[in-house]
């Protein structure tokens, strides 16, 4: 009997081993879900099937050879098809490949409840391993998810700076520019009728400023008036006037003193091309944007942080961020503003935090994962092996002796990697089962496979 145990252990470890290499890639970030399966792995579905054989993943014999002690031990194999005989997808196939327990559906264990193994020899045996629990590089180490977005201060908007047609385009969708480089040539009625009233005021201007020399002269020869000559005065400023008013509207729609209607519309501030509107020849007016222009050299990084974990971010904080998109590449930033509410659908608040991108690698709407060093906490990081999921519960195994180990229910905040911050439930330096926790949580259902060598009793 003991001898049929231990091979009961040793089989469970392996499947332990075998299902937690696949279930670490339903855990990791739903953004990378789509990556390429590992080669020898079996895709598997959202509801844990294993696609290539028809029978849930997590007793896939098939996937998991040794499993076959396991169910051949209680009977339970149909030796033609080489599937446990009461759920062989080809002798039942009404029952869809699942046992009548499903494990990975059944009621999530307690708080406390114990899982006793025969022996610290069985325990050995089963590949059962732990880690310490730790508090991350710094002390209070935060891990958060981060979407990067654009800089309003540093993005236009660019229309037509007076109503007119588009002649010409100087630049491309994605082009680089530099603040007050041409984008494109507008011609405009309101432009060239500023430009004939500049001609008019500029000869009324010289008209009146050859009359009022002439005033002038003939006062100090004591023909003239004087009034006379604070007439010609006052026409000469007003025609000056008339000059610098044709001149200031043009400058307004960046226009010079030519002679035609057209004029060129510049970029007013440095960067890239991103949207383009119209074609040549369409009349657009002033409130019709036809350039977006964005500076990518700095982006905002909008943090979003757990409620729980709220009190613990202030600006000023030093924030490290990953893209999957780019690799183990790190960007450093700090932590510029935190919301004063917090959202009611996620139960998150934002913080931003400025990154500079000189290189231009990072682009707006990229998503990020965000370490912020936001002093001492009590989140813990530990791998991501150790933590398992029954019914929505999360829950790791710490022991309490050499072949006894208790469940303990915990709160997860997002991943970095292969680490896994726990926010409630387990504190820095307590011991976790990492390899082998699939095995002990398996222990902790009712019915569940290989179920009789280990015991599992309410904590005490």
Known sequence: MRALLFVLAVALAAMGNSCRQRGEASQADPRSADSKTAPGATASNAEGMCIEHGVLEAVCTKCNPKLILVFQA????????????????????????????DV?????????????????????????????AVAGEEAGTLIATATLVADN??????NARAPGVIRTFEVELGSVVAKGAPLAVIE????????????TARARAGAAEASHTRERDLHDRGISALREVQAAEQARLEAD?????????????????GESGAYELRAPIAGVITQRNFTVGTLVGEEEPIFEIIDTSSLWADIDIPESQAGRVSPGQRVVLKVDALGDQEFEGAIRYVAPVIDPRT?????????ANRAGLLRANMYARARVFAGTGTSVLVPRAAVQEAKGVQI?????????????????????GDLVAVTEGLRPGESIVTDGSFLLKTETLKESIGAGCCDAVEAR
């Open 396 to 416: 790791v195994f710490v022991p309490v002796s050499d072949s006894e180990f208790e469940t303990r229910r915990v709160r997860t905040g997002p991943s970095d």
């Open 347 to 355: 139960r998150t608040i934002r913080a931003r935090a400025a990154l």
């Open 153 to 158: 201060a540093k993005s236009a908007l660019v």
């Open 74 to 101: 209680k009977g339970d194999w149909c030796v033609e098809h080489e599937f446990p005989e009461s759920f062989c997808p080809v002798c039942h196939p009404e029952r869809g490949g699942r046992p009548s327990t």
């Open 188 to 199: 405009s009625a309101s432009v060239a009728e500023s430009r004939a009233r500049l001609r």
């Open 241 to 257: 006037s008339d000059v610098s008013a044709a001149l200031a509207a043009l400058e307004m729609v960046g226009a010079d003193d």
């Open 104 to 132: 990975a559906a059944d009621e999530a264990p307690p708080n406390g409840l114990r899982v006793k193994l025969q022996s610290s020899e069985v325990v050995a045996q089963a590949g059962i391993r732990t880690e310490r």
